[in-house]
C-alpha cells in the first residue's frame, strides 16, 4: 500500500478497528474524534460478541405486540407522548420494514457483520495488551417456559438460516447451566460460539492513559 495517509472519523470501536488494520496494512493512519478514543457507545456497552444477533427488532408479529407493549411500564417499548407528533414520520418508515421479505433482507446484510465477531475481535486485540480482555462463552436466551420459546420460533429460524442452533435446556437442567436463574425460566435456549468483553471501554487498545489527578492547590 501506498505510504499516503488515510484519515479515520470518529475513535469509537468502528474507527478504531480500521485505523489499526490500515496501520497492519502499512498506511500511515490519521484518527480523528472531538473526544478521546472508546468514550462513544463503545465505552458503556454490554460488550456481547453477539455472532448471533443478525435478526432485527422490526420482525413479523411487532406491528401486533408493539401496541399492547406501550402502556406496560416494564415492556422493551418505552414511549415519551410529548416525542411522539415529532417521532411518528420516523416510526412507520421503522414499523414498514416489520415483514418476512425485510426481516430475511436486514438479518443478510447483518450476518456478514456479527457472525465472526469472536475471531475477529481476537485478530484484533492479538498481541496487544487488549487481549486479556476477552472471554469466549455461550450465548443464551431464557424463556419462561416450552410456549414462549416456541412463540419465538421466527426468530430462531431466521438463525438457523444463518447456521446457529440453540441447545435447548428445560425445568431443573436450566439452573446446572446457570444457577443465578430463578424459576421464572423454565427453558434456556444455549448458543455456543460467542463472547464477551468483559470491560468495553478498556478493550479499546489505544485506550487514553488515565487522568492525572488534580493537583492540590
Ligand atoms: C447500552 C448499549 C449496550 C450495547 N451493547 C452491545 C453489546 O453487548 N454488543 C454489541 O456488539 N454492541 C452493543 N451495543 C452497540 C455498540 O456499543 C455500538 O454498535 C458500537 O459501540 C458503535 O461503535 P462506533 O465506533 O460506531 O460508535 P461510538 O463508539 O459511539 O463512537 C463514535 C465516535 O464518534 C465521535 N464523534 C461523534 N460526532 C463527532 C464529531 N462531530 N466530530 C468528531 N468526533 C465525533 C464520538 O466522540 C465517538 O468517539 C450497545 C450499545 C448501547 C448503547
Given amino acids: 500500500m501506498a505510504q499516503d495517509t488515510v484519515v479515520v472519523l470518529a475513535a469509537g470501536i468502528v474507527g478504531v478497528s480500521a485505523a489499526l488494520w490500515l496501520r497492519r496494512a502499512g498506511a500511515r493512519v490519521v484518527l480523528i474524534d472531538r473526544d478521546a478514543p472508546g468514550q462513544g457507545a463503545s465505552r ?8 448471533c444477533a443478525m435478526v432485527p427488532v422490526t420482525q413479523p408479529g411487532l406491528m401486533r405486540e408493539a401496541p399492547g407493549m406501550v402502556p ?16 411518528a414520520p420516523w416510526l412507520v ?13 436486514i438479518a443478510a446484510a447483518l450476518a456478514p457483520f456479527v457472525t465472526d465477531s469472536v475471531e475477529q475481535h481476537a485478530a484484533l486485540a492479538s498481541g496487544t ?8 462463552c455461550d450465548y443464551a436466551f431464557s424463556y419462561r417456559d416450552r410456549a414462549a420459546f416456541e412463540a419465538d420460533g421466527y426468530g430462531w429460524a431466521r438463525r438457523a438460516a444463518h447456521g446457529f442452533e440453540p441447545v435447548l435446556h428445560e425445568g431443573a437442567a436450566v439452573r446446572d447451566v446457570e444457577p443465578a436463574l430463578g424459576p421464572g425460566t423454565g427453558l434456556l ?3 455456543p460460539g460467542h463472547g464477551f468483553v468483559r470491560d468495553p471501554g478498556p478493550m479499546s487498545p489505544i485506550s487514553p492513559p488515565p487522568s492525572k489527578p488534580r493537583a492540590e492547590r
Fill in 44 to 51: 458503556g456497552n454490554a460488550g456481547v460478541l453477539a455472532a
Fill in 72 to 87: 406496560r411500564r416494564d415492556s422493551p417499548l418505552f414511549l415519551r407522548w410529548p416525542h411522539l407528533p415529532r417521532l
Fill in 93 to 105: 418508515r421503522y414499523l414498514s420494514h416489520a415483514g418476512d421479505a425485510e426481516t430475511r433482507r
Fill in 189 to 191: 435456549a444455549r448458543v
Fill in 129 to 136: 495488551a487488549a487481549e486479556r480482555w476477552l472471554e469466549p
